[in-house]
C-alpha cells in the first residue's frame, strides 16, 4: 500500500517559512518513477496546483502565486519531497498536499494517482 505523508504544516506569521516534507512509503515505491507535485486547498475554495518537479529533479513548476516564494525540491534517496516556503502571505493559508503523478510533472489534479492526507499551513496578518 502506498502512502504519502506530509509534515511540517504550522502557525506562521506572514512574512515567515515553513518547510514541508512529504515522506513515501510502502511496498516496493520509490517516488524515483513519479513526477511529485503540490497542490493546496482552502476552506470554501478548489484544491489548486502549487508546484511540481520532475522524476531527476532537474525541471520544477510553479503556480504564479507562489513563484520567487516557494521552492519544490527531492530526495530520492530518501523518498522525500519538500516544499520550502518563504515570504508567507495570510492568503497562503490552506490544506497542503502533495501527490504522485504518473504523466510526468503537471498542473493538473488528474495527473495524479497518489496522495497525501495534508498538512495544514496557517498564516497570520
Known amino acids: 500500500q502506498v502512502q504519502l505523508v506530509e509534515s511540517g504544516g504550522g502557525l506562521v506569521q506572514a512574512g515567515g517559512s515553513l518547510r514541508l516534507s512529504c515522506a513515501a512509503s510502502g511496498r516496493s515505491f520509490s517516488i524515483s518513477s513519479y513526477a511529485m507535485g503540490w497542490f493546496r486547498q482552502a476552506p470554501g475554495k478548489e484544491r489548486e496546483f502549487v508546484a511540481a518537479i520532475s522524476r531527476s529533479g532537474i525541471s520544477t513548476y510553479y503556480a504564479d502565486s507562489v513563484k520567487g516564494r516557494f521552492t519544490i525540491s527531492r530526495d530520492n534517496a530518501k523518498n522525500t519531497v519538500y516544499l520550502q516556503m518563504n515570504s508567507l502571505k495570510p492568503e497562503d493559508t490552506a490544506l497542503y498536499y502533495c501527490?504522485?503523478?504518473?504523466?510526468?510533472?503537471?498542473?493538473?489534479?488528474?495527473?495524479?494517482?497518489?496522495w497525501g492526507q495534508g498538512t495544514q499551513v496557517t498564516v497570520s496578518s
Open positions: 501527490a504522485a503523478s504518473v504523466r510526468g510533472y503537471s498542473s493538473d489534479y488528474d495527473d495524479y494517482a497518489y
